[in-house]
DNA sequence: GCACAAGTGCTTTTT
DNA sequence: GCACTTGTGC
């Protein structure tokens, strides 16, 4: 292995192979690039890809560090770099009935947690005003994280006796949560871990094997660890002691959600042999932006003494402007990326990283008005649009019947004249019959009680369920997915709206089918079998399948979180202000306005070359008009750092005159991304519409003796047929009985 | 059961 | 300012 091009920190940690290291990677210090050796130079020593872990956040880091890995040493299949979620699954999916949940366990989501919390306060007379979801899903989520369950919980709170009404009937909640989740054979991403944990530490056999698979363990970002997560890792490491965690305490911005900084502040005394190496030499910025970052994060009191530096020269100095309001400072944004962009800069090389999503808004608006193209990454992935949810809630049902939550969100979407007193009594009755929902609507009487209008589609709604997955086997992802879109009446109710939001949505599921589709085939290229079990999973675990890849030509728009990771040359941080950065409930508490400087740092630290700063002197912010106060952080950062000319406010009329330079509209006319005429989308609509066309005429025309061309086993031969099934004799699988109307069967 | 009107309350986001 | 939730009348 070539580690010449490592510097000396580096190398050593890279050959630093036996026993535990804390390596602590400033921004921008080459961290990503000192792991994917050590992994390679494991390997090079003979040490096998498969007894290697490597654990990350999310799943992006993940790819890109199996990526580099396998640039330097060829592919390992075997080697497990994943997150903590989809390790917790995997461990659990090889170990569900010591988990003591049954074999296609699925996992759920927020929505999915808040719809099972209002069950519950629903069931049990609970006021929702007194108690809202959000709360009670956060405390769960905490308890969870500290490894607590419900009966921990009310023992800490003083006993069911001692305890006050409020932990009662937070403990009330929290037990019927859990009895619910596994009663739908179900756990959300807490449990995971916590599933995970248990089944390691209470089965020394199973424990002993993947302490013995796993030689050599490493965590990224271990300063985002949480208790459990932890936890998991020492038991895993403990038998070898070969633990590897990387990680910078400036860069811990998610302490809101569980992140405990302790992990990495004590990691020298939770391994008392650890070797701490710091990697101090930064590659990224230039001498005033790493100055400027350190000014502002060395006001932070818990954190490890270390100090960025760079061989790179001083550079540009960092800009602040103080605009007349939040317009202003958005023309002025533009501006400055127009006057850069005319310099030799191309689009993709500027980003605008906020505080606040709600902060985008004005800055699409000027882009736009400027004919710049943007890209904007919003936490508002696919996956979590309404109509992908219901799809996936559908597809859901077909792997796992037990799934209630599944079950509810698609009764009666699309409306089928199923209210909320008929759930309730057929969920009543149910749980009498210890039966699912979906077994009890299979049930002719049942059917019969539900009102007139809502009998017809909700048996097509079951039927086409159950004959997914009974033909499961035989279908591609694509088929069940256009089989449920079609049999569900879902694309129709879609379709019959004729509004601008349903033509939306119908768009949205053709992506979605793209994206299933893509999904297929990356498996089957790969050589393996692409399941609907096994995409369910990755969409539940793989939150952020549509976020950022740089793409050419845009400036990108992100909050200062998803920036994490990530680089540019020019960096503009908007909204300097008090109340918004940091936000306004981080002005009381120490601790927090600690996270939010280290936020301001991970977004100082984004930029290569060139960094704005602004703020608005006046500010809408919540339909409300406000004058504003400089940010707390730049009244912290050195002025000596900052270019003279910024420091001022700009109104229109300084402007045209001003230093910065007068719009030149030289780039008007610039050419905006045309519609393209080509529709991508065409031949998902056509398959989705044949799908729906079989269910309806339910006759192929298919008879014995036909050449046939299937979606999943290619060509065959049909041997007979009858109403409802279609027996095919495959080139690649040999005899199939397939389902008439959803078989993908095309004669030729 | 459903459509529409009024009311609320608000960072950040991964899995 | 807006999106999402809850309440009301048909």
Sequence with gaps: MDLQHLN???????????????ILAGAGSGKTQTMTHRIAY??????????ILAVTFTNKAAGEMRQRVEKLVGRCPGMWILTFHSMSLRILRENYEAAGYAKNFVVYDTVDQKALIKNILKEQNIDQKLYPIPYLLSIISKE?????????????????????????????????????????????????????????????????????RF????????????????????????????????????????????????????????????????????????????????SVIRNNRGRKQKKLWTEQEEGHKLVYARLENDKEEAAYVVRQIRLLEGAHRDYDDFAILYRTNAQSRLF??????????????????????????????????VVNPQDEMAFMRVINEPKRGIGEKTVDKLRALAHVRGQSLLALLGDEEVLAGL?????????????????????????????????????????????????????????????????????ESEKKAAGEEATLAEFLEKVATDADADKYESESGKVTLMTLHSAKGLEFPVVFMPGMEDGLFP???????????????RLCYVGMTRAKERLFLTSAEYRVLYGQGNFTRESAFMRELDKSLLDANGDTVYTPKRRAAGSLGVDTGSMDGFARPAYKPYDPLRYAKQAVREKAAAGAAGDDGLEAGDSVQHSKFGRGLVLETDEKTVTVIFDSVGRKKLARGIAQLKKI
């Design 364 to 397: 699409e608006d000027a882009l736009r008005r400027a004919g710049i193209p943007y890209q904007i990454l919003s936490g508002f992935s696919f996956y979590e649009r309404k109509e992908t949810k219901d799809m996936i809630s559908y597809m859901r049902l």
């Design 144 to 212: 969870k994280e500290a490894d607590r369950g419900p009966e921990e919980y009310i023992e800490l709170e003083g006993g069911l006796q001692g305890a006050n009404i409020k932990s009662r009937t937070v403990y009330q909640v929290y037990r019927e949560y859990q009895k619910q989740l596994k009663n739908n054979n179900a756990m959300d991403f807490d449990d995971l871990l916590r599933n995970a944990y248990h089944v390691l530490r209470d089965h020394d056999e199973i424990l002993a094997a993947y302490q013995n």
């Design 42 to 51: 494991l390997i090079e020593q003979g040490v096998s890809p498969y007894e």
């Design 451 to 519: 009102p007139a209008k809502a009998r017809e589609p909700v048996r097509e709604m079951v039927q086409a369920i159950e004959l997914c997955a009974s033909e499961a086997a035989n279908l591609t992802i694509a088929d069940i997915y256009d089989t449920l879109l079609a049999r569900t009446g879902y694309m129709k109710a879609l379709e019959d709206q004729h509004t601008t939001e349903a033509d939306a949505r119908v768009e949205n599921l053709l992506d979605f089918r793209s994206f299933i589709y893509d999904f």
């Design 583 to 597: 936000g306004h409930r981080s002005l009381d508490s120490e601790d927090r306005m600690e996270e939010e400087r």
């Design 215 to 294: 030689a050599y363990i490493m965590v990224d970002e271990y300063q985002d660890t949480n208790h459990i997560q932890y936890q998991i890792i020492s038991l895993l490491a403990r038998a070898r002691q070969n633990l590897c965690v990387v990680g910078d305490d400036d860069q811990c911005i998610y302490e809101w959600r569980g992140a405990d900084i302790r992990n990495i502040l004590d990691f020298e005394k939770d391994f008392p042999q650890a070797k701490v190496i710091k990697l101090e030499q930064n590659y990224r910025s230039t001498g005033n932006i790493l100055a400027a970052a350190h």
């Design 8 to 22: 000396e920190q580096q190398r050593e940690a890279a050959l630093h192979t036996e026993g535990p290291l804390l």
